[in-house]
C-alpha cells in the first residue's frame, strides 16, 4: 500500500516538472520574439551647425506721407464763379483749380491803368514846365524860387507815376489772384467750397493737395535698435529698406531712408526714419499703413538654426543635438534675432554639432538613439532638395 502511494506522488512530480519545463521553454520563446520585434531608431533630420555671414534686418511699422502737402485758400475775397477740376483727379503745377468772380479786380486793374496813364501825362507837363524854367532862368526872365517850384512839381509828378504803377501792380495780382492754381504736382482732393459761395482771404479751405510721387514712409525704432543702427550706418550712404503695404505679397517694395531724426522722443524712446519710395502710378495714398525691414546689424560668423527646431521649456529655449553615435541630447541656447526662417543662436551650440529640425516630435526623451539624415539647415533649400528629389 505504501509502494503505491510513494509512487502516485512519484508521478504527479515527474509531471509537474514536465509542465514547468514546457512553460519555461514557451517564456523564453515570447522572450525571443519581442526582442526580435523591437522598433528602430526613429528617423529624424538632422542639419550641420555653420558659421556664416549674414545681415539682420529689424522690423517696424510705418505711414505713408506726402513729401508736399498743400491746403488751398484764396488771396482774395470774392464768390467762387467755377471749379475747373474733377475731384480725386491727378493735377500739375499750374492747373487751374477754382475761378473767383474777376468783374470787380478787373475794374481796379482798368482804373489802375487811367490813374497812371493820367499821372504819366502830368509828368510829362511837369518835365516839360521844369525844362523851360532853366532856359528861363539863365536868360532871368523868372526868379530862381519860381525855377525851384517847377523842379519840385517834376519829382512831385515823378513820385504819382511811381505810386500809380504800384497801384496797377496790386490790382492786377489780386485780378491774378482770382484764377487758383495747383502750386504742385499731386492729387487733388474734393472741392470744400462750390460754385456761388464766397470765399474770404486766408481763411476758407478751397481744397487739399497732395504729392504722390515719390512718397515718404515714416516709421520709428526703439533706442536699442537705433543705437546699433546708427553705429553701423555712420556717415556712410544710407540704407536701402524692405516695405510692404496692404495686399502684397511680403516685402516686395524697395525704398531709400534720406533721413533719421536727431533726436530720439523722450516720451516714447524712439526715433524717426524716413525712406523715399517711386510711386510712379499714384496707386500709394497718404495715411496708408506700411510695415518696413530694415538691415541693423552686419554679423561676420552668425550661428544659424532652424527656428522649427527651437523648442521651449517655460522660460528656456533649447534644441536636440545629435552625437556622433546617434545619440539624442537636450541642449539649452539663448537666441538672438530672426532672419528669413533662421534664429541667431549667441550662446549654446557649436560649429559642426549637429541638431534635429525635423522629428523632434519623436524624441521621447534624452539619451535615445535615432537615424539622422543630413539635410539642408534653410527651410528653403530643404524645399528646393525635396521638389528636386520628386522629379
Request: overall charge neutral; hydrophobic content about 40%.
Given at each position: 500500500?505504501?509502494?503505491?502511494?510513494?509512487?502516485?506522488?512519484?508521478?504527479?512530480?515527474?509531471?509537474?516538472?514536465?509542465?514547468?519545463?514546457?512553460?519555461?521553454?514557451?517564456?523564453?520563446?515570447?522572450?525571443?520574439?519581442?526582442?526580435?520585434?523591437?522598433?528602430?531608431?526613429?528617423a529624424v533630420d538632422v542639419a550641420q551647425v555653420k558659421p556664416e555671414f549674414i545681415t539682420l534686418w529689424d522690423g517696424f511699422t510705418g505711414r505713408v506721407a506726402a513729401p508736399e502737402s498743400v491746403?488751398?485758400?484764396?488771396?482774395?475775397?470774392?464768390?467762387?464763379?467755377?471749379?475747373?477740376?474733377?475731384?480725386?483727379?491727378?493735377?500739375?503745377?499750374?492747373?487751374?483749380?477754382?475761378?473767383?468772380?474777376?468783374?470787380?479786380?478787373?475794374?481796379?486793374?482798368?482804373?489802375?491803368?487811367?490813374?497812371?496813364?493820367?499821372?504819366?501825362?502830368?509828368?510829362?507837363?511837369?518835365?516839360?514846365?521844369?525844362?523851360?524854367?532853366?532856359?528861363?532862368?539863365?536868360?532871368?526872365?523868372?526868379?530862381?524860387?519860381?525855377?525851384?517850384?517847377?523842379?519840385?512839381?517834376?519829382?512831385?509828378?515823378?513820385?504819382?507815376?511811381?505810386?500809380?504803377?504800384?497801384?496797377?501792380?496790386?490790382?492786377?495780382?489780386?485780378?491774378?489772384?482770382?484764377?487758383?492754381?495747383?502750386?504742385?504736382?499731386?492729387?487733388?482732393?474734393?472741392?470744400f467750397v462750390t460754385r456761388g459761395n464766397l470765399a474770404s482771404t486766408d481763411q476758407t479751405l478751397l481744397t487739399r493737395v497732395v504729392s504722390i510721387d515719390p512718397v515718404y514712409i515714416y516709421f520709428?525704432?526703439?533706442?536699442?535698435?537705433?543705437?546699433?543702427?546708427?553705429?553701423?550706418?555712420?556717415?556712410?550712404?544710407?540704407?536701402?529698406?524692405?516695405?510692404?503695404?496692404?495686399?502684397?505679397?511680403?516685402?516686395?517694395?524697395?525704398?531709400?531712408?534720406?533721413?533719421?531724426?536727431?533726436?530720439?522722443?523722450?516720451?516714447?524712446?524712439?526715433?524717426?526714419?524716413?525712406?523715399?519710395?517711386?510711386?510712379?502710378?499714384?496707386?500709394?495714398?497718404?495715411?496708408?499703413?506700411?510695415?518696413?525691414?530694415?538691415?541693423?546689424?552686419?554679423?561676420?560668423?552668425?550661428?544659424?538654426?532652424?527656428?522649427?527646431?527651437?523648442?521651449?521649456?517655460?522660460?528656456?529655449?533649447?534644441?536636440?543635438?545629435v552625437g556622433d553615435d546617434n545619440t539624442v541630447s537636450r541642449r539649452d541656447i539663448q537666441p538672438g534675432r530672426r532672419s528669413n526662417g533662421l534664429i541667431v543662436v549667441r550662446e549654446g551650440l557649436?560649429?559642426?554639432?549637429?541638431?534635429?529640425?525635423?522629428?523632434?516630435?519623436?524624441?521621447?526623451?534624452?539619451?535615445?538613439?535615432?537615424?539622422?539624415?543630413?539635410?539642408?539647415?534653410?527651410?528653403?533649400?530643404?524645399?528646393?532638395?525635396?521638389?528636386?528629389?520628386?522629379?
Amino acid at each position: 500500500m505504501d509502494s503505491r502511494k510513494t509512487g502516485a506522488r512519484t508521478s504527479y512530480l515527474s509531471v509537474a516538472l514536465l509542465m514547468l519545463t514546457i512553460v519555461g521553454l514557451a517564456g523564453c520563446e515570447v522572450h525571443s520574439e519581442e526582442a526580435a520585434a523591437a522598433p528602430p531608431p526613429p528617423a529624424v533630420d538632422v542639419a550641420q551647425v555653420k558659421p556664416e555671414f549674414i545681415t539682420l534686418w529689424d522690423g517696424f511699422t510705418g505711414r505713408v506721407a506726402a513729401p508736399e502737402s498743400v491746403e488751398l485758400r484764396p488771396r482774395v475775397s470774392g464768390y467762387i464763379d467755377k471749379v475747373a477740376f474733377k475731384e480725386g483727379e491727378r493735377v500739375k503745377q499750374g492747373d487751374l483749380l477754382f475761378q473767383i468772380d474777376a468783374r470787380p479786380y478787373q475794374a481796379r486793374v482798368n482804373a489802375a491803368k487811367a490813374d497812371l496813364s493820367r499821372a504819366r501825362s502830368q509828368l510829362e507837363l511837369a518835365q516839360s514846365q521844369a525844362k523851360r524854367a532853366q532856359h528861363l532862368l539863365q536868360s532871368r526872365a523868372i526868379s530862381k524860387e519860381e525855377a525851384d517850384q517847377r523842379a519840385s512839381s517834376k519829382a512831385t509828378a515823378h513820385s504819382a507815376v511811381l505810386a500809380s504803377a504800384a497801384e496797377l501792380d496790386s490790382a492786377q495780382l489780386n485780378l491774378d489772384y482770382t484764377k487758383i492754381r495747383s502750386p504742385i504736382n499731386g492729387r487733388v482732393s474734393r472741392a470744400f467750397v462750390t460754385r456761388g459761395n464766397l470765399a474770404s482771404t486766408d481763411q476758407t479751405l478751397l481744397t487739399r493737395v497732395v504729392s504722390i510721387d515719390p512718397v515718404y514712409i515714416y516709421f520709428e525704432s526703439d533706442e536699442e535698435t537705433a543705437m546699433a543702427t546708427l553705429g553701423r550706418l555712420g556717415d556712410g550712404p544710407q540704407p536701402t529698406v524692405k516695405v510692404s503695404l496692404t495686399g502684397d505679397n511680403g516685402f516686395t517694395r524697395d525704398a531709400q531712408v534720406d533721413f533719421v531724426d536727431n533726436q530720439l522722443d523722450a516720451r516714447t524712446g524712439t526715433l524717426q526714419y524716413r525712406a523715399v519710395m517711386a510711386n510712379p502710378d499714384g496707386q500709394l495714398r497718404p495715411g496708408q499703413f506700411a510695415r518696413v525691414q530694415m538691415p541693423v546689424a552686419d554679423l561676420d560668423q552668425a550661428l544659424l538654426v532652424d527656428q522649427k527646431a527651437v523648442l521651449t521649456d517655460q522660460d528656456r529655449r533649447y534644441v536636440y543635438v545629435v552625437g556622433d553615435d546617434n545619440t539624442v541630447s537636450r541642449r539649452d541656447i539663448q537666441p538672438g534675432r530672426r532672419s528669413n526662417g533662421l534664429i541667431v543662436v549667441r550662446e549654446g551650440l557649436k560649429p559642426g554639432e549637429r541638431i534635429i529640425v525635423n522629428g523632434v516630435q519623436k524624441i521621447m526623451m534624452p539619451g535615445m538613439k535615432v537615424s539622422p539624415e543630413l539635410v539642408a539647415m534653410h527651410p528653403d533649400a530643404r524645399e528646393k532638395a525635396q521638389i528636386a528629389r520628386a522629379q
